[in-house]
């Protein structure tokens, strides 16, 4: 029998303003096996620790049940202090009468009795743990970081910066993201290029980095510090060792209206391409979507003015297999499609067009040159009414729109309407907005800046609708403000797209099995304390792929997430948990169903001798479980039909004593 | 103040409309064909009714230019409906004795050879109690 010591905490006012703290430490006394029980203002304090540890000596405690706040919150602390008494740390159980019992009830009688119901239970399991101790396993260092815009080359910069090799697994056939598409940045309008290709620069010459461009992550298995990882590096046609990104072949390329998805489609490409002057891997790609050679075998110029031999029409996709300690997610986001919005004319009207295709129109190495002209007709374009939150903040529908703020748009729009005031001084700009939101460090200072010196019209309101007319488009808008309705005639429209995560990030959140939340954001270990890291250990997000995020702000979540991989390939040990499954061989019927049932790829199946009762011997077919990779989801417990599967820690038994305590 | 509380439970109940979701963008009125025969446009009718400030809206010609044309359901970011308000205001005024917006009598001098008879169906819908 157990000699169990109960201690209540009051959580300050967080409990024991719901739960009588007091009659619950009192109910629990006489639980069978408890030997102490107490309550006390904060449990998880230095004072609260002591008690516990006094307990623990003076009444020869065994078990130990804190009826306190959720085990994500303590449990670790517990168990340090368990260990710390003498205690196995295993021989701690959490009663969660806080979020699961004071937050949710309002009144004092019914959050007691669930309290005293909850701490009973965890009693009841505790009188059945048993000590657990865990394994160790080693941990590769090596970090893989999935998507090369900014977020993901400042991570593999600062892991590389101390030491550990890195690879960056990029789809597009360059690194450098959506940034590279900017024209200038806000607050301090420093070119997007000219700030972020010398960090593409000291990617391609970092030895402890490769990229992996045109590249994708197929497989991911494993665990933290021990990661197995198949990376499809796509074939390119060409052959990147002997490439050296001359751009002949593109010049004689003889295909040559393919859309330019680097210009978002303003302007064409061809078949073979080179996104940017400033790629890296400075490296043609051919699109066999357009190439008529891959099509149908004709033409074949590429590979005949090709000096270095480099093109390789009979390259096939090629499946990489390596050993990570820890990944980084950072795979980044996209404007929303505006096809929805047909208010807005955008797929009437040429001249209705993104944010992101107005940084292309405006920057040096866009379709214009830099030159800020109509897409329909190519002239100048004299009156601009740029629209905010269209799609942000939409929670009307959830096909159309999203229902969070994208945090970017105000700012960004500010650039836009300042940028164009400066270069074309007779040009009307109108924003319409509600409300600018500019937090950050001179962000507000910009804006004022774009209404006060550069005259930029900002009206408090929303667009209702836009109707191409002839060569002008007819906005209707609200003015709430002056309580009018407005009527312009605007040349170019500029939509704030809302922004969404990059498509490639939900199958990727499965392959990790990594939290994501409705929007398909993944979902932080902690909103507050642990921002840079998935709840799946070994996993770690950087950038917008978290939620939307200027880049300053991702910059400095990229370097905390390298921090956070530091920390652990630093390791050479990690301390595994001892709460995994195990098979009871001489129960097992060898029917398959916890490997099929088991996420994680942790079960196999060997053959065994076994010693009849008639002294013959009998090969059977029995489980195993491989207690590195096994993460105590609990799956096969569930799904074995033989009762052979058990999990420690959370026993069959355990799990029915709690059953049982409630429900007596 | 009293009776403006009962009046915007009253219209809330009506409209089925949740007021306090309203974000203050302003597109109901930036999209609403009306707008300029309107005194209150369709955000002052949301804005006004959650306030409870509803006397100026029931006393109001307003009430009766809004084509219900829906366009301010259809475009509202938030799916707060202001159609439906303005509809319960107006439903509020129609109900009050006498303030009926149009009799029998008056309908043969609105008739013109080609009104759908639907027109006539609706307008006493809307219109009277």
């Known amino acids: 029998m157990q000699r169990v010591g109960v201690f209540v905490c009051w959580c300050g006012s967080n409990i024991a303003g719901t739960v009588d703290v007091q009659a619950v430490s009192e109910a629990l006394k006489n639980e069978p096996g408890v030997v102490y029980s107490a309550n006390y203002q904060y449990m998880c304090s230095q004072a609260g620790q002591e008690m516990i540890k006094a307990a623990v000596k003076e009444h020869r405690l065994t078990g130990i049940v804190v009826c306190s706040c959720s085990p994500r919150m303590h449990e670790?602390?517990?168990?340090?202090?368990?260990?710390?008494?003498?205690?196995?740390?295993?021989?701690?159980?959490?009663?969660?009468?806080?979020?699961?019992?004071?937050?949710?009830?309002?009144?004092?009688?019914?959050?007691?009795?669930?309290?005293?119901?909850?701490?009973?239970?965890?009693?009841?399991?505790?009188?059945?743990?048993?000590?657990?101790?865990?394994?160790?396993?080693?941990?590769?260092?090596?970090?893989?970081?999935?998507?090369?815009?900014?977020?993901?080359?400042?991570?593999?910069?600062?892991?590389?910066?101390?030491?550990?090799?890195?690879?960056?697994?990029?789809?597009?056939?360059?690194?450098?993201?959506?940034?590279?598409?900017?024209?200038?940045?806000?607050?301090?309008?420093?070119?997007?290029?000219?700030?972020?290709?010398?960090?593409?620069?000291?990617?391609?010459?970092?030895?402890?980095?490769?990229?992996?461009?045109?590249?994708?992550?197929?497989?991911?298995?494993?665990?933290?510090?021990?990661?197995?990882?198949?990376?499809?590096?796509?074939?390119?046609?060409?052959?990147?060792?002997?490439?050296?990104?001359?751009?002949?072949?593109?010049?004689?390329?003889?295909?040559?209206?393919?859309?330019?998805?680097?210009?978002?489609?303003?302007?064409?490409?061809?078949?073979?391409?080179?996104?940017?002057?400033?790629?890296?891997?400075?490296?043609?790609?051919?699109?066999?979507?357009?190439?008529?050679?891959?099509?149908?075998?004709?033409?074949?110029?590429?590979?005949?003015?090709?000096?270095?031999?480099?093109?390789?029409?009979?390259?096939?996709?090629?499946?990489?297999?390596?050993?990570?300690g820890a990944i980084v997610v950072a795979t980044g986001f996209n404007p929303i499609s505006m096809d929805k919005f047909d208010e807005f004319a955008y797929s009437q009207s040429k001249d209705v067009i993104t944010s992101l295709e107005f940084e292309r129109l405006t920057n040096a190495a866009g379709p214009s040159a830099g030159k800020l002209l109509r897409p329909s007709d190519g002239k100048h374009p004299h009156t601009i009414v740029f629209v905010q939150c269209v799609g942000s903040r939409c929670a009307a529908c959830a096909e159309k729109g999203k229902e969070y703020c994208s945090k970017i748009c105000c700012m960004y729009t500010a650039k836009h309407a300042m940028l164009t005031r400066d270069k074309y001084p007779d040009t009307e700009v109108y924003v319409f907005y509600i409300d600018a939101r500019t937090p950050g460090k001179n962000f507000d200072e910009f804006y004022r800046r774009a209404v006060e010196e550069y005259g930029v019209k900002y009206i408090k309101g929303m667009v209702g609708k836009v109707v191409?007319?002839?060569?002008?488009?007819?906005?209707?808008?609200?003015?709430?403000?002056?309580?009018?309705?407005?009527?312009?005639?605007?040349?170019?429209?500029?939509?704030?797209?809302?922004?969404?995560?990059?498509?490639?990030?939900?199958?990727?959140?499965?392959?990790?099995?990594?939290?994501?939340?409705?929007?398909?954001?993944?979902?932080?270990?902690?909103?507050?304390?642990?921002?840079?890291?998935?709840?799946?250990?070994?996993?770690?997000?950087?950038?917008?792929?978290?939620?939307?995020?200027?880049?300053?702000?991702?910059?400095?979540?990229?370097?905390?997430?390298?921090?956070?991989?530091?920390?652990?390939?630093?390791?050479?040990?990690?301390?595994?948990?001892?709460?995994v499954a195990s098979s009871n061989e001489l129960m097992c019927n060898g029917c398959s169903t916890c490997e099929r049932v088991c996420p994680y790829g942790a079960i196999t199946y060997i053959d065994?001798?076994?010693?009849?009762?008639?002294?013959?011997?009998?090969?059977?077919?029995?489980?195993?479980?491989?207690?590195?990779?096994?993460?105590?989801?609990?799956?096969?417990?569930v799904a074995c039909p033989s009762g052979a599967m058990d999990l420690n820690g959370f026993k069959n038994s355990q799990i029915m004593a709690e059953v049982d305590a409630i429900c007596k | 103040m009293e009776n403006n509380k009962y009046l915007r439970e009253e219209i809330l109940r009506m409209s089925g409309v949740n007021t306090s979701k309203c974000m203050k963008c302003g597109k109901c009125s930036a999209t609403c064909p009306a707008y300029d025969e309107m005194e209150y446009h369709p955000h002052q009718f949301v804005g006004m009714v959650e306030m409870g400030d509803i006397e100026p809206l029931l006393k109001s010609e307003s009430l009766y230019k809004c084509l219900s044309c829906f366009a301010c359901v259809e475009r509202c970011p938030r799916g707060v409906e202001p159609a439906?308000?303005?509809?319960?205001?107006?439903?509020?005024?129609?109900?009050?004795?006498?303030?009926?917006?149009?009799?029998?009598?008056d309908v043969p001098e609105t008739i013109e050879e080609d009104t759908p008879q639907q027109l006539l169906v609706s307008a006493f819908r809307k219109y009277t109690k």
């Open chain 2, 84 to 105: 439906k308000v303005v509809e319960a205001v107006r439903l509020v005024a129609v109900r009050r004795q006498g303030a009926n917006r149009m009799t029998a009598n």
């Open chain 1, 76 to 324: 670790a602390t517990f168990r340090k202090t368990a260990a710390a008494a003498g205690l196995n740390p295993y021989m701690v159980e959490i009663a969660n009468i806080r979020e699961q019992c004071s937050w949710v009830h309002k009144d004092m009688m019914t959050g007691t009795e669930k309290a005293i119901i909850l701490g009973k239970a965890a009693i009841a399991k505790v009188n059945l743990n048993a000590p657990l101790t865990p394994g160790e396993s080693p941990v590769t260092k090596r970090a893989l970081v999935i998507g090369g815009g900014i977020a993901g080359i400042q991570t593999a910069l600062d892991i590389a910066d101390a030491g550990f090799p890195v690879d960056i697994v990029e789809k597009q056939p360059t690194i450098g993201g959506k940034m590279a598409q900017l024209d200038k940045t806000f607050p301090t309008l420093d070119c997007a290029a000219c700030i972020l290709t010398p960090k593409m620069v000291d990617v391609a010459q970092n030895e402890k980095i490769r990229i992996f461009s045109y590249s994708e992550v197929t497989d991911v298995h494993g665990f933290v510090g021990n990661f197995d990882v198949k990376i499809k590096k796509k074939a390119r046609y060409v052959k990147e060792d002997i490439c050296t990104g001359c751009g002949a072949c593109v010049e004689k390329c003889p295909m040559k209206k393919v859309p330019n998805e680097f210009n978002l489609g303003m302007d064409n490409r061809h078949a073979i391409y080179i996104p940017f002057a400033q790629a890296v891997p400075k490296v043609a790609t051919i699109d066999p979507n357009a190439c008529n050679m891959l099509k149908n075998g004709k033409c074949g110029v590429c590979a005949k003015v090709c000096a270095a031999g480099a093109i390789d029409y009979k390259q096939k996709d090629e499946i990489i297999e390596e050993k990570y």
């Open chain 1, 608 to 637: 065994k001798e076994f010693r009849m009762p008639d002294r013959t011997t009998k090969i059977r077919r029995v489980a195993v479980v491989n207690p590195a990779v096994c993460q105590g989801c609990g799956a096969c417990t």
């Open chain 1, 468 to 579: 191409p007319e002839g060569d002008k488009l007819k906005v209707q808008a609200s003015d709430l403000i002056a309580n009018k309705q407005l009527h312009i005639d605007a040349d170019l429209v500029v939509l704030a797209a809302a922004i969404e995560p990059d498509k490639s990030a939900r199958p990727l959140a499965t392959m990790l099995t990594a939290s994501m939340d409705t929007n398909d954001f993944f979902t932080e270990a902690h909103p507050k304390l642990r921002p840079v890291e998935s709840p799946t250990a070994g996993v770690f997000l950087s950038g917008a792929c978290q939620g939307p995020k200027d880049i300053p702000e991702t910059v400095s979540q990229a370097g905390a997430a390298a921090s956070k991989v530091i920390g652990l390939l630093a390791k050479d040990k990690l301390t595994g948990n001892p709460c």
